[in-house]
T-cell receptor
C-alpha cells in the first residue's frame, strides 16, 4: 500500500530555532499533501494544504510566515517552523493521497516537536 | 457547533463484545467519511472509508452511513484489547474530497 514517510520523528531544540520537517510519499505521486498539528488530548487540526508547484493554502489562524511550507516535487513537502517557541511544541503530522485520486489519505508517522 | 462531533468516552467494552462508535456532522454536503484509529503517541491509521449510504464491512469493522440523519458510525465486533485506542471520525471536503476535518475522537478501552 501507499507509504508516507516523515522525518524527523523527534526534535528537541532551544527557543528561537527554526525546525524543518520533511514529508515524503514513497511509492506514489502526491500533488497535494496536508499538514496537521495535534496538541495533547486533542484531535488533529489541519494547518495547511501543500500544493506541488504553488503556494500552500493555510487554514484560518495559522501564520504563513511562521509555518513555511514548500512542495517542490510530487513526492516531497517540507514544513519549517521558524523561530520556534515553547507554544509551538506539538505533534506535527503530514498526510498525502495519490494524485488525481479520491482515495483516502495516508499519514506519516508524525514529528514530535519540543521547544525548550 | 463543531463540524464533526464524537463522544470523547472512554467507551469501556469487554473483550469479545461489540464496540459501537457514533459520529455526527453538520455539513450536509459532505460526501466522504473516514474512520481512523490512533494509538497514544502515534499517527492515525485508516480503518474504513465510506461514501454511500448504508453499511460497509471489512473484517471485524462495519461502517454505517446515514446522510439524511448526518451520522456515521463504526462497529467493532469481537473487540480485542489491541483495539484499545482513540477512534477518529473525519469528513472529506475540497475538490478531491481529501481535505479532512476530524472529530475530537472517542477513546475505546477493551478490557480482558
Amino acid at each position: 500500500g501507499a507509504v508516507v514517510s516523515q522525518h524527523p520523528s523527534w526534535v528537541i531544540c532551544k527557543s528561537g530555532t527554526s525546525v524543518k520537517i520533511e514529508c515524503r510519499s514513497l511509492d506514489f505521486q502526491a500533488t497535494t499533501m496536508f499538514w496537521y498539528r495535534q496538541f495533547p488530548k486533542q484531535s488533529l487540526m489541519l494547518m495547511a494544504t501543500s500544493n506541488e508547484g504553488s503556494k500552500a493554502t493555510y487554514e484560518q489562524g495559522v501564520e504563513k510566515d511562521k509555518f513555511l511550507i514548500n512542495h517542490a516535487s510530487l513526492t516531497l513537502s517540507t514544513l519549517t517552523v521558524t523561530s520556534a517557541h515553547p507554544e509551538d511544541s506539538s505533534f506535527y503530522i503530514c498526510s498525502a493521497s495519490r494524485a488525481n485520486s479520491n482515495q483516502p489519505q495516508h499519514f506519516g508517522d508524525g514529528t514530535r516537536l519540543s521547544i525548550l | 457547533q463543531k463540524e464533526v462531533e464524537q463522544n470523547s468516552g472512554p467507551l469501556s467494552v469487554p473483550e469479545g463484545a461489540i464496540a459501537s462508535l457514533n459520529c455526527t456532522y453538520s455539513d450536509r454536503g459532505s460526501q466522504s467519511f473516514f474512520w481512523y484509529r490512533q494509538y497514544s503517541g502515534k499517527s492515525p491509521e485508516l480503518i474504513m472509508f465510506i461514501y454511500s449510504n448504508g453499511d460497509k464491512e471489512d473484517g471485524r469493522f462495519t461502517a454505517q452511513l446515514n446522510k439524511a440523519s448526518q451520522y456515521v458510525s463504526l462497529l467493532i465486533r469481537d473487540s480485542q484489547p489491541s483495539d484499545s485506542a482513540t477512534y477518529l471520525c473525519a469528513l472529506g471536503s475540497g475538490a478531491a474530497g481529501n481535505k479532512l476535518t476530524f472529530g475530537g475522537g472517542t477513546r475505546v478501552l477493551v478490557k480482558p
